[in-house]
């Protein structure tokens, strides 16, 4: 038994477990994704010696860097914090952009099986999905009408936020992860066996669809279209392009059906025909606040950001902004508030980096679009999960479509 467990098949097979065990809970609760982070870390430390590691990240060196610059953007942050708690906190949570990115960055793409892992992420999607409608059917069964309470299926009542309460997940990166599944399904050469057969195709699809649109995620469903249509421009295929546009009519007429996501969407413009959103305005108040500062090289801190946010959500008169304590929900403005010009710099050529090395190839161009769309809408650095998905892709990706990522390899 000693000797199996000390044997390479051993070690293999289980690092490719617990690889599939991490990436199958990231839609699931935090609590279960950051145990099986650490598992997914000891299980890499058993196949690679810490020298043998160091040699590999040192050769890829260029590659590390960028997350290395973000963690230290947090350093520099509690430095420059009054309130050095926070700064802390913040610091610690962010800790997986540099332990996620070392673990994958060291491994070859053969260590990966691309397949398998979009497997355990549909896995764990359609386990969250399962969870969550459970809960909505429960809830509607034990109604005292529940033939009058079913219909509230479609409603604001059992979508976005309280559709995936059960699992504690952000409604936004449940449904960016179900696009990024979805259009590694319908893109990628790994997964084109599942569109031999177009009836099997759809059935499997369905489900997805279904649970994005009741998310309500605009940021999700406009990623999931500039995609295909980036796609269809690159190939030129005219064929994919009035598919593109049947689903883009087809999204709109199901915004009717549900109601709270067709809100959401008619709500970014008045009748007037200009753009309302109130996220705009209260960028608009953070960064006059930020002015007063006169900290506009290298800015606040990381700890004293939501002193920043408070004084703007009480002048603008942001009722819900201040009782919820929001942050930004902008990762460019949060950088720039707690790291300044140079914070702000940092982040934006990390992203150009990644779309440097990876030419955006495959499905590297999914997740660039979803990156750059869900930081103009949310702090997704200042969650965990939003820490996990991004440190673990952004590598993942590097390693997957990035021809040279060994020197003179």
């Given at each position: 038994?000693i000797?199996?467990?000390?044997?390479?098949?051993?070690?293999?097979?289980f690092?490719?477990?617990s690889?599939y065990?991490?990436?199958?809970t990231?839609?699931?609760?935090l609590s279960i994704?950051?145990?099986?982070?650490?598992?997914?870390?000891?299980?890499?430390?058993?196949?690679?010696?810490?020298k043998?590691r160091?040699?590999i990240?040192?050769?890829?060196?260029?590659f590390?860097?960028?997350f290395?610059?973000?963690?230290l953007?947090?350093?520099?942050?509690?430095?420059?914090s009054?309130?050095?708690a926070?700064?802390?906190k913040?610091?610690?949570?962010?800790?997986?952009?540099?332990?996620?990115?070392?673990?994958?960055?060291?491994?070859?793409?053969?260590?990966?099986?691309?397949k398998?892992?979009?497997?355990?992420?549909?896995?764990?999607?359609?386990?969250?999905?399962i969870?969550?409608?459970?809960?909505?059917?429960?809830?509607?069964?034990?109604?005292a009408?529940?033939?009058?309470q079913?219909p509230?299926f479609?409603?604001?009542?059992?979508?976005?936020?309280?559709?995936?309460k059960?699992?504690?997940?952000?409604?936004?990166?449940?449904?960016?992860?179900?696009?990024?599944l979805v259009?590694?399904?319908?893109?990628?050469?790994e997964?084109?066996?599942?569109?031999?057969?177009?009836?099997?195709?759809?059935?499997?699809?369905?489900?997805?669809?279904?649970?994005?649109?009741?998310?309500?995620?605009?940021?999700?469903i406009?990623?999931?279209?500039?995609?295909?249509?980036?796609s269809?421009i690159q190939k030129?295929?005219l064929?994919?392009?009035?598919?593109?546009?049947?689903?883009?009519?087809?999204v709109?007429?199901?915004s009717?059906?549900?109601?709270?996501?067709?809100?959401?969407?008619?709500?970014?413009i008045?009748?007037?025909?200009?753009?309302k959103?109130?996220?705009?305005?209260?960028w608009?108040?953070?960064?006059r606040?930020?002015?007063k500062?006169?900290k506009?090289?290298?800015?606040v801190?990381?700890?004293?950001?939501?002193n920043i946010?408070t004084?703007a959500?009480i002048?603008?008169s942001?009722k819900?902004?201040?009782k919820?304590?929001y942050?930004?929900?902008?990762?460019?403005l949060?950088f720039?508030?707690?790291?300044?010009?140079?914070?702000?710099?940092?982040?934006t050529w990390?992203?150009?980096f990644?779309?440097?090395?990876?030419?955006?190839?495959?499905e590297?161009l999914?997740?660039?679009?979803i990156?750059v769309?869900?930081?103009?809408?949310e702090?997704?650095?200042c969650?965990?999960?939003?820490?996990f998905i991004?440190?673990?892709?952004?590598?993942?990706f590097l390693?997957?479509y990035?021809?040279?990522?060994?020197?003179?390899?």
């Amino acid at each position: 038994m000693i000797k199996f467990l000390k044997s390479n098949n051993f070690k293999q097979s289980f690092f490719k477990i617990s690889t599939y065990l991490f990436v199958g809970t990231l839609p699931l609760f935090l609590s279960i994704n950051t145990i099986a982070i650490w598992i997914f870390v000891a299980s890499s430390f058993l196949v690679i010696s810490f020298k043998e590691r160091k040699q590999i990240l040192w050769k890829r060196r260029a590659f590390i860097i960028p997350f290395i610059l973000l963690f230290l953007l947090y350093v520099l942050g509690m430095f420059l914090s009054n309130d050095t708690a926070i700064a802390t906190k913040n610091l610690t949570r962010v800790l997986t952009l540099l332990i996620l990115p070392t673990i994958i960055l060291s491994h070859k793409k053969e260590d990966f099986n691309f397949k398998n892992i979009y497997y355990s992420l549909g896995i764990g999607l359609l386990i969250g999905m399962i969870i969550c409608w459970g809960f909505v059917i429960t809830s509607i069964l034990s109604n005292a009408t529940p033939l009058r309470q079913a219909p509230y299926f479609f409603e604001w009542i059992y979508s976005n936020w309280n559709l995936v309460k059960p699992i504690g997940v952000h409604p936004n990166y449940f449904a960016l992860l179900i696009v990024l599944l979805v259009l590694a399904i319908l893109k990628s050469e790994e997964l084109k066996f599942l569109k031999t057969n177009k009836l099997k195709l759809i059935l499997i699809l369905l489900p997805f669809f279904l649970f994005l649109l009741e998310l309500s995620s605009r940021v999700a469903i406009l990623a999931f279209i500039l995609v295909l249509v980036s796609s269809v421009i690159q190939k030129r295929n005219l064929k994919k392009g009035l598919l593109i546009s049947l689903f883009i009519v087809g999204v709109i007429f199901l915004s009717v059906k549900f109601d709270y996501l067709g809100n959401k969407f008619s709500g970014l413009i008045d009748g007037s025909g200009k753009v309302k959103i109130e996220r705009i305005q209260r960028w608009d108040f953070i960064t006059r606040e930020f002015k007063k500062e006169d900290k506009i090289l290298f800015g606040v801190g990381s700890g004293d950001t939501e002193n920043i946010y408070t004084r703007a959500y009480i002048n603008g008169s942001f009722k819900t902004a201040l009782k919820e304590n929001y942050n930004a929900h902008n990762q460019f403005l949060e950088f720039l508030i707690a790291n300044g010009i140079f914070g702000l710099i940092i982040f934006t050529w990390v992203i150009w980096f990644f779309a440097f090395k990876t030419r955006l190839k495959g499905e590297a161009l999914s997740f660039f679009i979803i990156i750059v769309l869900l930081s103009f809408i949310e702090s997704f650095l200042c969650r965990a999960k939003g820490v996990f998905i991004f440190s673990f892709f952004m590598s993942f990706f590097l390693l997957m479509y990035s021809d040279k990522l060994i020197k003179n390899e």
